[in-house]
């Protein structure tokens, strides 16, 4: 923008600088001209009382001789006689034209071209009624005296103006594009996720940033005090349906107490206590929320992630007697999504094997690596999806009590919110269902991705888990 301003400023100056300083210029050297031939008739009419007075030569030459261009052999006198004094340039023709044939009637001053620049022929009358002519010669140098200094001045002028107009362009394209870099980097800012930004409108205003850009930033800086507000609204909303469950986990944890001794009833009763950690940490989360606002961390390590929430079914599957493997959860991958979220969608790929699979059913969970993407497969020996299409439609699932059909929909929102996929199909190892989250971790990809369903048929309702 600074660069498009000086231009503009350049383009505009230089235009009015030439439409201001040609005129003047060419009325400059004009004016050099006739102030030469100006000064060749004073020095013509000098001569006049001495030809008044008196035709002789040698009165005539003195006459000549104390004038300025005489001094310089520029005048000459033509005198009646036919005699002249002083070098004389115009032609015989041009003399006799001058001193109108020898009657005062028909004299004119006119001025003939010459070798050299010009002679100006001034006719006089002397005595007896007759005509004197006198010459004086202009040189052509005369002519354009002093012009190419006028020209030098206006040109510096026209500098001057172009550099002042440069000078003031660039400090106001300063101001505006320093103003929005600052609403640019601010915006940047609260997108990864700080959220205690603000664009500085007092520094704005000191540095003289346009009015437009002082009131875009004073939109954002409503817009990241909306945000703030709705996450706080978020968390609260989250502190109060957690603690909604402790009356449940409660009941849960005193019937587990009453169980007795046993590999199940302790395996019951870990489950709840787990459970109930999990709870107290997402009130303890949501409450610290309200006191400050960090800012959101995007990225965690998927294979900590994965190898956690595996370990955590892993118990339940213990207690059907179901087989599990993992692999390739050993080295760090990391993703750009929050641990929450991520969490959340391996437990409803999870969940899906342990709700619409029998008792028994193997299952594994395989994390593969490559330089753009992390993928993550998640296959059982159960049945399969009867309908793939239909499986991963929103709200779509029929899995029984208990079952919301938002399941798979939030593996693929997360998914698709980082550029990759989610995918249904049959495992290679197992022979049943197998579902593939992809996440991007490369470059991000174009926004039309987010929300695009792979193979998505609305208005079908068929029995799919979810």
Known sequence: MRWALIKAAVAGTTMVALAFLIPLGLMVQQTASDRAFTAAERQAAALGPALA?????DPIARAVASTDAGAHD??????PSGAVVGEGRATSSDIA???????????RSFTVKVAGGFALLQPVAVENARVAVVEVY???????HGVGTAW?????VALGLVAIAVLVADRTGARIVGSARRLASAARSLGSGNLTVRVPLDDARAQGAPEELREAGHAFNTMA??????????RELAADLSHRLRTPLTVLRLNAASLGDGDAADATRHAVAQLEREVDQIIRSARRGREETPAVVLGCDAAEVIRERVGFWSALAEDEGRPWQLAGADAPVQVPVQRGDL??????????VFRHTSMGTAFAVDVLATDTSVIVLVGDAGPGFDDPDAAIERGAGHGGEGSTGLGLDIARKLSEATGGDLALGRSAGLGGAEIR???HTGPAEEPARAGRRRGVRPGRRRAARV
């Open 437 to 439: 989250m992809r996440l």
């Open 53 to 57: 007075i008196t035709t002789d030569q």
């Open 343 to 352: 969490a959340a969608a391996i437990d409803a790929l999870l969940g899906n």
């Open 152 to 156: 030098l001045v206006l040109s510096l």
């Open 74 to 79: 520029r005048v000459a006198v033509h005198l």
């Open 225 to 234: 005090d909306r945000v703030v507000h709705l996450l706080a609204a978020e």
């Open 138 to 144: 202009v040189a052509e140098a005369d002519l354009t």
């Open 97 to 107: 034209t001058a001193g109108g044939g020898g009657g005062v009637g028909t004299v």
